[in-house]
């Protein structure tokens, strides 16, 4: 790792080594509120400009509330209603997506109010007037901001395209930093197997994407996978609300020890934070929830993020798989006061995490997976197969809710069969 420094910002910047894997352009964000620096390194790892961003923390938090229930109102309209119907949805989470892309980048603003007489940088125009970019964002919780949702378009007329979101433009993956601006994983490399990825999945088999198949509940587009003998299928045994905590929770944690390549959660999530949010059953009891991030990962019971931190996967057997939460608000990282899932599972050494914003319907949610898992096993990498699978509901389901996921990971990380 080597460092840029610059006057403005006496604090070097860490930029990592982009050996061995392609990248075109990375953004990686330092500072503290209310003065964050944003340096742009090009596809051969060297500096290329350093910008200065003024953005108060409370300018920040109401950024990332209205893009979040922007992304909400647009995910529960698309999925019940025809194209037609969720437009005004879509144009008002563009208008939220160009306002956080001005207020990060205000030369974009300046180019909208005086389009003849400015003009931006090569690496902006990289960003926001190419396509099809392998693109890594690094930056800290506190300036955790959903990129995908950022708009480039104009929100003036009446045409604002779902193309014009940063998350149908590149394919894009995040990485969270540590306080000394060095990324959390440092993964590199592929996610290397024998024949076939093993995939562990944890679910709650009363949501509707959980049918019957052979006298069990399960998802059928993974066990078509395992039939296919693409996957290696394994079921986290049933977790009983109604037993004792910690010796659930230690099953929960004896299942890791599986050796996964890939751990599925397809559950519900919920913030303990909410003043309308449900109890939770502790060995029969009903409590209330702390303040922390929970996901249901079985019928009633359900696990918080300080949960995981007392029970972590066996270091000898967490083998840095790749983990899926298609759960509600598993991603927000710096979006709430408790740390969220998606970073306590890369402090544990997870190798990626793919995680949603807000709160996604069941149907799309398993959906949007099953394409996800197409692409990734066709040996696309991960970054790549997001963003295939958002550009497939976009065309085929008329659906753009797939930019409500996002990945913390090296972008170019990849399967590959021993």
Same mark, same amino acid.
């Given at each position: 790792?080597?460092? %840029?420094?610059?006057?403005?910002?006496?604090?070097?910047?860490?930029?990592?080594?982009?050996?061995?894997?392609?990248?075109?352009?990375?953004?990686?964000?330092?500072? #503290?509120?209310?003065?964050?620096?944003?340096? =742009?390194?090009?596809?051969?790892?060297? +500096?290329?400009?350093?910008?200065?961003?003024?953005?108060?923390?409370?300018?920040?938090?109401?950024?990332?509330?209205?893009? %979040?229930?922007?992304?909400?109102?647009?995910?529960?309209? $698309?999925?019940?209603?025809? +194209?037609?119907?969720?437009?005004?949805?879509? #144009?008002?989470?563009?208008?939220?997506?160009?306002?956080?892309?001005?207020?990060?980048?205000?030369?974009?603003?300046?180019?909208?109010?005086?389009?003849?007489?400015?003009?931006?940088?090569?690496?902006?125009?990289?960003?926001?007037?190419?396509?099809?970019?392998?693109?890594?964002?690094?930056?800290?919780?506190?300036?955790?901001?959903?990129?995908?949702?950022?708009?480039?378009?104009?929100?003036?007329?009446?045409?604002?395209?779902?193309?014009? =979101?940063?998350?149908?433009?590149?394919?894009?993956?995040?990485?969270?930093?540590?306080?000394?601006?060095?990324?959390?994983?440092? =993964?590199?490399?592929?996610?290397?197997?024998?024949?076939?990825?093993?995939?562990?999945?944890?679910?709650?088999?009363?949501?509707?994407?959980?049918?019957?198949?052979?006298?069990?509940?399960?998802?059928?587009?993974? $066990?078509?996978?395992?039939?296919? #003998? #693409?996957?290696?299928?394994?079921?986290?045994?049933?977790?009983?609300?109604?037993?004792?905590?910690?010796?659930?929770?230690?099953?929960?944690?004896?299942?890791?020890?599986?050796?996964?390549?890939?751990?599925?959660?397809?559950?519900?999530? =919920?913030?303990?934070?909410?003043?309308?949010?449900?109890?939770?059953?502790?060995?029969?009891?009903?409590?209330?929830?702390?303040?922390? $991030?929970?996901?249901?990962?079985?019928?009633?019971?359900?696990?918080?993020?300080?949960?995981?931190?007392?029970?972590?996967?066996?270091?000898?057997?967490?083998?840095?798989?790749?983990?899926?939460?298609?759960? *509600?608000?598993?991603?927000?990282?710096?979006?709430?006061?408790?740390?969220?899932?998606?970073?306590?599972?890369?402090?544990?050494?997870? *190798?990626?995490?793919?995680?949603?914003?807000?709160?996604?319907?069941?149907?799309?949610?398993?959906?949007?997976?099953?394409?996800?898992?197409?692409?990734?096993?066709?040996?696309?990498?991960?970054?790549?197969?997001?963003?295939?699978?958002?550009?497939?509901?976009?065309?085929?389901?008329?659906?753009?809710?797939?930019?409500?996921?996002?990945?913390? %990971?090296?972008?170019?990380?990849?399967?590959?069969?021993?």
């Amino acid at each position: 790792m080597c460092s %840029a420094m610059n006057a403005r910002n006496p604090a070097p910047v860490r930029i990592r080594d982009h050996t061995g894997y392609h990248l075109d352009l990375t953004i990686v964000v330092v500072g #503290r509120s209310p003065t964050y620096h944003i340096q =742009f390194i090009g596809s051969d790892g060297r +500096p290329l400009e350093l910008i200065e961003c003024n953005l108060p923390q409370d300018n920040l938090k109401n950024l990332r509330q209205r893009l %979040a229930k922007a992304a909400t109102d647009l995910a529960r309209h $698309a999925a019940h209603m025809g +194209p037609d119907a969720h437009w005004e949805c879509l #144009r008002d989470m563009a208008k939220e997506g160009r306002t956080a892309i001005e207020e990060v980048f205000p030369a974009l603003k300046k180019l909208r109010d005086e389009r003849n007489t400015v003009t931006i940088s090569d690496s902006m125009k990289l960003l926001t007037q190419s396509r099809n970019r392998v693109i890594e964002v690094l930056c800290d919780e506190e300036f955790c901001l959903p990129w995908e949702l950022l708009y480039v378009g104009n929100v003036d007329s009446d045409s604002v395209q779902p193309w014009d =979101f940063l998350g149908m433009r590149h394919a894009i993956g995040r990485l969270v930093q540590r306080k000394d601006h060095t990324p959390m994983p440092d =993964f590199k490399g592929p996610i290397e197997c024998d024949s076939k990825p093993r995939v562990g999945l944890f679910g709650n088999s009363q949501l509707s994407c959980f049918e019957e198949m052979h006298g069990s509940k399960g998802i059928r587009f993974l $066990a078509g996978l395992d039939s296919a #003998r #693409r996957i290696s299928l394994v079921r986290c045994p049933a977790l009983d609300p109604q037993k004792e905590h910690r010796g659930q929770l230690n099953v929960f944690r004896g299942f890791w020890a599986k050796g996964l390549h890939i751990a599925d959660f397809e559950c519900h999530g =919920f913030y303990g934070g909410d003043g309308d949010c449900k109890v939770i059953l502790l060995g029969g009891m009903e409590h209330a929830p702390q303040e922390e $991030a929970y996901i249901e990962i079985d019928s009633d019971f359900a696990i918080g993020v300080s949960d995981l931190g007392a029970y972590p996967p066996k270091k000898r057997t967490f083998r840095s798989p790749l983990v899926i939460l298609n759960a *509600c608000c598993s991603g927000m990282v710096g979006a709430f006061k408790g740390i969220s899932f998606a970073r306590k599972f890369l402090e544990l050494g997870a *190798c990626g995490v793919v995680s949603t914003e807000c709160a996604v319907p069941d149907q799309f949610a398993v959906e949007f997976i099953e394409k996800f898992y197409e692409a990734l096993l066709g040996g696309n990498t991960l970054s790549d197969s997001l963003l295939l699978a958002r550009r497939h509901s976009l065309l085929v389901k008329h659906n753009p809710s797939g930019l409500l996921y996002a990945i913390y %990971a090296n972008p170019d990380t990849t399967i590959v069969r021993r």
